[in-house]
């Protein structure tokens, strides 16, 4: 599970942190060897950086291909049950079209539900943003996690949630998405 961090930075600690970091520059500089070699390590770390490349690729608009959940004590009961929609077969397991979301460089996202009928049905939007390899969406306060796994224009997202509505996150959701835009 991924760890989330605060980033409210007391301003002195910016400034100070600044400064050691503007005096090590300094110091590396006296060597322009280790200073090329240092520049070379920031570019490489920054360019091979998982969460950065997998923010600017989930920017865009994106469509549920599948999904499969698995819902522990099905509303709270002693009994398990899952919900399977198989690629081609979103319309006819779900009674909806495949779901809208669109993700925005700032931070916010909007899905919108269609129905069969082409009218909208429902609509959810938050807050999203990539820690390490998860997505983590925030809807009305509540933050929810996926591990993702990007494959050119798919991705696959897994993680727990409520689906079931019984008050309990501990159903399994892996769902797949492809960008279209």
Do not use: F
């Given at each position: 599970m991924s760890i989330l961090f605060q980033h409210n930075i007391n301003p002195t600690i910016k400034i100070i942190g600044s400064i050691i970091f503007c005096s090590t520059i300094i110091f590396l500089g006296c060597d322009t060897k280790k200073k090329d070699q240092q520049t070379q390590n920031m570019e490489s770390?920054?360019?091979?950086?998982?969460?950065?490349?997998?923010?600017?690729?989930?920017?865009?608009?994106?469509?549920?291909?599948?999904?499969?959940?698995?819902?522990?004590s099905y509303n709270n009961s002693e009994t398990d049950s899952t919900m399977l929609a198989e690629e081609g077969q979103w319309e006819n397991?779900?009674?909806i079209k495949p779901i809208e979301t669109t993700y925005l460089e700032n931070g916010t996202f909007r899905s919108v539900y269609i129905g069969l009928n082409d009218s909208?049905?429902?609509?959810?939007?938050?807050?999203?943003?990539?820690?390490?390899d998860s997505l983590i969406l925030t809807i009305d306060g509540i933050r929810i996690a996926y591990k993702t796994e990007l494959n050119n224009n798919r991705t696959t997202f897994t993680g727990f949630l409520d689906f079931d509505s019984d008050g309990?996150?501990?159903?399994?959701?892996?769902?797949i998405q492809e960008k279209v835009e």
């Open positions: 770390a920054s360019e091979a950086s998982p969460s950065i490349d997998l923010k600017n690729r989930m920017i865009g608009k994106w469509v549920n291909v599948s999904l499969h959940v698995h819902m522990n397991i779900l009674k909208i049905v429902g609509e959810t939007s938050g807050q999203w943003e990539i820690n390490e309990q996150s501990d159903d399994l959701y892996s769902g």
